[in-house]
């Protein structure tokens, strides 16, 4: 990763390059392609005031720069607070593309479901709804009397997920 680092109304001094240096290096550890990274620190002074300000933007492969600015009154806080923004950012981008939905690893989990124990709690049984057909609120009715199930979890003819249920008057319910 090429790194850029810069003051602005400010000397960088040795020990904050290293701190820069040393903050960029570990934001490698989430595995994204940072082609580069750009660190403009810069001295503020408002209303009698001093503050820092440190700004990070970080060019990676195939995606839009993220850039990320932070204000404090110490230097070294404010890059703390910035590479804490940016390890937030590259973490989502790192889960983003190592966890993807629909995999073929599914078919392998579903057929382990019942298999899968709670600790804990032993009456808890998974299961998988069949949601994949639309039914009239009668019919679900009519599922639920013959099963010996409390509820039935459906999708109407309107495609609302509803749920129909067992009352303890012996009448049903419906949501």
Known sequence: MNTSITGRQIELTEPIKGYIENAFETLGKYNLDIISGRCVV???????????????????????????????????????????????????????????????????????????????????????????KPLEIEEALEHLKTSDMQFYVFNDIDAKMRVIYKRNDGKFGLY
């Open 42 to 132: 810069s001295a503020d002074e408002k209303q009698g005031k001093k503050g820092f300000s440190a700004e990070f933007a970080l060019n990676l492969a195939h995606k839009d720069t993220i850039v990320i600015r932070q204000k404090d009154k110490d230097l070294y806080a404010a890059i703390d607070l910035a590479i804490e923004r940016a390890s937030k950012v590259l973490r989502r981008e790192h889960d983003k593309r190592t966890t993807v939905k629909g995999k073929a690893d599914d078919k392998e989990t579903r057929s382990h479901i019942g298999e899968e124990k709670v600790e804990g709690v032993d009456e808890i049984v998974p299961m998988e709804l069949e949601l994949y």
